[in-house]
């Protein structure tokens, strides 16, 4: 089992950057895969960005391609999610998931841990 927790978010201007992190618990977090997700006020939980559990191989949303950046050190437990070039289309609840096994999924019922979310703002 693992417990997730995000830190990070806040408010910016557009063209501004945050750093999210995903701290986990547990002794066993190189097992997972973890994906970070965001629910935007009134719409689906969607996908963002994701990494397999050894931090080879990426995933990201055509919406966030080239803006944001995901990595992990399984030596200290966590995953971060670099956004850049911020618009106000991103705003909103942003959440880490994580899955047991080597690879990482973009679809949100894959992902059997989540973490309780942190706020991004883009003010344009």
């Known amino acids: 089992q693992v417990q997730l927790v995000e830190s990070g978010g806040g408010l910016v201007q557009a063209g501004g950057s945050l750093r999210l992190s995903c701290a986990a618990s547990g002794r066993t977090f190189s097992s997972y895969a973890v994906g970070w997700f965001r629910q935007a006020p009134g719409k689906e939980r969607e996908f963002a960005a994701a990494?397999?559990?050894?931090?080879?191989?990426?995933d990201y949303a055509d919406s966030v391609k080239g803006r944001f950046t995901i990595s992990r050190d399984n030596a200290k437990n966590t995953v971060t999610l670099q956004m850049n070039s911020l618009k106000p289309e991103d705003t909103a609840v942003y959440y880490c998931?994580?899955?047991?096994?080597?690879?990482?999924?973009?679809?949100?019922?894959?992902?059997?841990?989540w973490g309780q979310g942190t706020q991004v703002t883009v003010s344009s």
């Open positions: 990494i397999n559990r050894s931090g080879g191989s990426t």
């Open positions: 998931a994580a899955v047991s096994g080597p690879d990482y999924y973009i679809f949100k019922s894959a992902y059997r841990y």
